[in-house]
T-cell receptor, first 113, second 114 residues
Framework: GDSVTQTEGQVALSEEDFLTIHCNYSASGYPALFWYVQYPGEGPQFLFRASRDKEKGSSRGFEATYDKGTTSFHLRKASVQESDSAVYYCALGAYYNQGKLIFGQGTKLSIKP | GGIITQTPKFLIGQEGQKLTLKCQQNFNHDTMYWYRQDSGKGLRLIYYSITENDLQKGDLSEGYDASREKKSSFSLTVTSAQKNEMAVFLC?????????????FGAGTRLSVL
């Protein structure tokens, strides 16, 4: 079946550091790929998505590029801020899944001021 | 814009108890979902509904029932709470069912079983 793997369970950085959170997927065809962010006490919020090979999604300084060759959708940000501390989820959606999203395990990002 | 409201925010139950969680959305979305969130395991789908009175099982449906009597509401029942169980239950909705659609989430119901 389809799956999403996030390599890092936790990431700790200082402000202005460069961020990469790795996301790899396994699925048939061209699924849509998503990033969600979850702050403490809240539900996950949609960050952005991409649907085609080489398409870049971006929002709030975060970006990721759909790469079908490496089956990846890594999240990057050039300069993180303390307010970026949250849990980040990569997810996959496919037309044959009736709208269901399959989520990765999540990556907890902690930023030291 | 719209909002998804989950009630209650916190739920404390006893082992073996039947517990009901409620979700309301005003997006006018067709499809609604219940996910369970456990630390280190991501979000796992319990039930979803593509329209009023429709129910579809997810990967984690055993031990749960669901009900979609109106387009705007979707309830989840824990049929027999397990001792020491702790999890967050998240309700979500989306505009249609053909896949690749953005889901919008509520803030969650946090369950603790004594």
């Amino acid at each position: 079946g389809d799956s999403v793997t996030q390599t890092e369970g936790q990431v700790a950085l200082s402000e202005e550091d460069f961020l990469t959170i790795h996301c790899n997927y396994s699925a048939s065809g061209y699924p849509a790929l998503f990033w969600y962010v979850q702050y403490p006490g809240e539900g996950p919020q949609f960050l952005f998505r991409a649907s085609r090979d080489k398409e870049k999604g971006s929002s709030r300084g975060f970006e990721a590029t759909y790469d079908k060759g490496t089956t990846s959708f890594h999240l990057r940000k050039a300069s993180v801020q303390e307010s970026d501390s949250a849990v980040y989820y990569c997810a996959l959606g496919a037309y044959y899944n009736q709208g269901k999203l399959i989520f990765g395990q999540g990556t907890k990002l902690s930023i030291k001021p | 814009g719209g909002i998804i409201t989950q009630t209650p925010k916190f739920l404390i139950g006893q082992e073996g108890q039947k517990l009901t969680l409620k979700c309301q959305q005003n997006f006018n979305h067709d499809t609604m979902y219940w996910y369970r969130q456990d630390s280190g395991k991501g979000l796992r789908l319990i039930y979803y509904s593509i329209t009023e009175n429709d129910l579809q099982k997810g990967d984690l449906s055993e031990g749960y029932d669901a009900s979609r009597e109106k387009k705007s509401s979707f309830s989840l029942t824990v049929t027999s709470a397990q001792k020491n169980e702790m999890a967050v239950f998240l309700c979500a909705s989306s505009i249609q069912t053909r896949g690749q659609n953005t889901l919008y989430f509520g803030a969650g119901t946090r369950l603790s079983v004594l």
